[in-house]
């Protein structure tokens, strides 16, 4: 991926393709020098051109994730006495499901691979966490006591917390709040899901830990909503324009800082 192209998901408002672009080849990027040659040039406005035809799908995936796992997150903390998860069935297969899958298909035509692994994957964990509620599919009724029902949700978790590291890892030369986002997540599926295989007595998650991941829960949904504002937020549309600095060792940041020397 070529310096161009990191300038150009600058300015085109492609936020999120900027974070991840610098290091989907897994390679950093090299400086230029203070002048484009005419084919980077080119290939700039050609880029640019294109991303017009599209919207940024970004915040609408982040949006979707941050209201379910809101929601989730009030259930298991039990705001309100509330402790029975199926409010949650219908944001999580429209939105947090539904909408986040689309969002992924959107950057796939944007070019944006890394983006669009996650907002697919997430989509589909919804939707699956989903299903697994919905009585018609039978899933609880498959597993002879509760205690083996929450172990069986406790080994899906634990796969997407695995899932979770791996999208931290490609995160690291990202910008701080999508960072700090990947890492809450990594917390949230380690506490839930070691919550639902260290279950008490009754057969129920662990209640100590389920409310761990119920805390970090509501950290992930402010921080996807934080993200999803910062996406949308611009000079035209509002005075608050919310920061989002990079991290100091992000290739594209000094990449950028050279261009401007």
């Not at 070019?111 to 609880?140: D, E, H, K, L, Q």
Request: with cysteine.
């Amino acid at each position: 991926m070529t310096t161009a192209r990191i300038e150009v998901d600058r300015s085109s408002g492609d936020k999120d393709a900027a974070f991840w672009s610098a290091q989907e080849d897994g390679s950093e990027t090299k400086p230029y020098g203070n002048v484009a040659t005419a084919q980077q040039e080119a290939a700039r406005q050609k880029d640019i051109e294109f991303r017009q035809k599209f919207g940024d799908a970004g915040p609408l995936g982040l949006s979707g994730f941050a209201f379910a796992t809101f929601l989730t997150a009030l259930v298991n903390l039990n705001v309100h006495g509330v402790t029975i998860p199926n409010i949650v069935i219908g944001p999580a297969l429209a939105y947090g499901g539904l909408a986040q899958l689309l969002s992924g298909m959107w950057d796939i035509a944007n070019g944006n691979t890394v983006s669009a692994t996650i907002a697919c994957s997430y989509g589909c964990f919804w939707i699956s966490f989903a299903i697994s509620m919905i009585p018609s599919f039978n899933v609880r009724d498959a597993y002879p006591s509760l205690a083996d029902y929450n172990h069986a949700n406790g080994l899906f978790l634990m796969g997407f917390f695995i899932f979770s590291v791996a999208i931290t890892l490609c995160s690291m030369k990202s910008n701080v709040f999508s960072l700090t986002l990947c890492l809450l997540v990594n917390c949230t599926w380690l506490f839930l899901g070691v919550a639902n295989l260290w279950t008490e007595e009754s057969g129920a998650p662990n209640n100590v830990l389920l409310k761990c991941g119920g805390v970090t829960g509501l950290l992930v949904s402010f921080t996807a909503w934080y993200l999803m504002y910062e996406g949308l937020a611009n000079r035209q549309n509002s005075f608050v324009l919310p920061p989002n600095p990079d991290l100091p060792w992000n290739p594209s940041r000094r990449s950028h800082g050279s261009h401007i020397n």
